[in-house]
């Protein structure tokens, strides 16, 4: 993300306002009360972010023929959980909408400080990992809280209104994410094309194993399932570019994370194309609350 140019960079930051806007704005007391009340899934799913899928990465690298460098981007994508990309796929699925968006928030925001630590412990050597703060913070702040709670305020006053323009933040979402993958798709491709098809198809694996992950560590919480499985893999690689810009500088670093940007996207965009026809099957209903909540 942080590679993009300035039209990319204003498109992405637009799509999420909107998204968090529309997730905000769909937002009721009783899916914050679902929310709080959910102590075991967010556990779980903080579990499968900062400990299970590390441990995966960590593994991978010991196992895997991966070039140095391409070893060091899989392990920095593996500490990173927070992949604001997923908010396309996950705010999509009926019924964890406001569970999409606020782990989103809440995992970003863990990501900017835990992150280094797993990575300083992940890394061999004497490694001095670099984070600028205060920069990644003002991006959580100001394109995923502020917009969520600008949303809920909305909700919370003109809720009729509040639908109605949900809705076309929604379709907006959709219209600047698929924007955004048309401008840098040419990038990508040349990433994907010097990373060379053997490590892509480890990074593959690598979120196969991560949407794996996910997906049972929400347990019986069935509806969640989905959400876990696309926030667990989806890594957030806007983060994972600050880090290897200001700790690993060697462009060699930075070219399989900007490559895992784009083979990350058709899986779980699968998943979601998956859950939505099974829901579609299903009787028509109330949405559910958010799994975990009793």
């Known amino acids: ?20 806007l529309s997730v905000g704005m769909q937002a009721t007391m009783k899916d914050l009360r ?15 972010n900062f400990v ?9 690298v010991r196992v895997l023929p991966l070039k140095p460098e391409a070893a060091t981007a899989l392990l920095i994508l593996a500490c990173t959980p927070g992949g604001i990309s997923a908010l396309q796929f996950t705010t999509k699925i009926k019924g964890e909408k406001f569970f999409a968006g606020s782990s989103a928030f809440l995992m970003s925001v863990l990501a900017v400080f835990l992150s280094p630590v ?38 919370g006053r003109a809720e009729r209104l509040a639908g109605k323009l949900s809705k076309l933040f929604g379709l907006a979402s959709v219209v600047l994410f698929v924007a955004v993958l048309l401008l840098i ?4 491709k040349e990433a994907m094309n010097a990373v060379g098809k053997e490590a892509l198809l480890y990074m593959l694996l690598f979120i196969v194993l991560s949407m794996v992950a996910g997906w049972l560590m929400a347990g019986r919480a069935k509806e969640a399932r989905p959400v876990l499985a696309t926030v667990t893999s989806m890594r957030n690689v806007a983060l994972c570019l600050l880090i290897a810009l200001k700790t690993f500088p060697d462009p060699a670093v930075q070219t399989p994370l900007v490559a895992f940007s784009a083979l990350m996207v058709p899986p779980n ?19 559910a609350e958010i799994p975990g909540s009793k």
Do not use: C, H, Q
Request: charged share 15%; glycine share 6%; no cysteine.
């Open 185 to 188: 798709r040419g990038e990508r």
């Open 34 to 48: 679902s929310l709080l009340a959910s102590k075991g899934l967010l556990f779980r799913a903080l579990l499968a």
């Open 52 to 60: 299970v899928v590390p441990i995966i990465g960590i593994v991978l």
């Open 118 to 155: 797993l990575l300083t412990l992940a890394l061999r050597g004497n490694i001095s990992v670099v984070v600028p703060y205060g920069r990644a913070l003002f991006f959580v702040v100001a394109f995923l809280l502020l917009p969520l709670v600008a949303g809920m305020l909305v909700s």
């Open 1 to 20: 993300m942080f590679l993009m140019d300035t039209l990319s960079r204003t498109l992405m930051f637009a799509f999420l306002i909107a998204s968090m």
């Open 269 to 287: 965009m699968l998943l979601t194309l998956y859950w939505a026809i099974r829901n579609r099957k299903k009787p028509v209903g109330k949405e």
